[in-house]
Nanobody
Framework: QVQVEETGGGSVQAGGSLRLSCVVSGRIFRINVMGWHRQAPGKQRELVAEIPSSGTEIYSDSVKGRFTISRDDAKNTVTLQMNSLEPEDTAVYYC???????????????WGQGTQVTVSS
């Protein structure tokens, strides 16, 4: 069993900041990718940022320069620092991880329940 749990989120005015955190727990052998997606009302879920176990972070064009993703492999956590928030950032944010569970036999894609971020103008 693998659990993905997000914390953070909430409501903020445009220009403000929020910090999202996610912890992955359970029977994990190796975490390959950790990241964040979001889904706004009436829109498809989209990638916000992700960070592989080795390599460079990936950001969507809409958040580059404003959001920063980081991970702590010792704690199996990933954090998304969101600055200069805009009303267009309003969405449910989902933590996502691609990992190999210790029970095997193959890599799987796991999601958190989501946390609401609301930015008012």
């Amino acid at each position: 069993q693998v659990q993905v749990e997000e914390t953070g989120g909430g409501s903020v005015q445009a220009g403000g900041s929020l910090r999202l955190s996610c912890v992955v727990s359970g029977r994990i052998f190796r975490i390959n990718v950790m990241g964040w997606h979001r889904q706004a009302p009436g829109k498809q879920r989209e990638l916000v940022a992700e960070i592989p176990s080795s390599g460079t972070e990936i950001y969507s064009d809409s958040v580059k320069g404003r959001f920063t993703i980081s991970r702590d492999d010792a704690k199996n956590t990933v954090t998304l620092q969101m600055n200069s928030l805009e009303p267009e950032d309003t969405a449910v944010y989902y933590c996502n991880t691609v990992l190999l569970p210790s029970t095997g036999p193959r890599v799987g894609n796991y999601w958190g329940q989501g946390t609401q971020v609301t930015v008012s103008s």
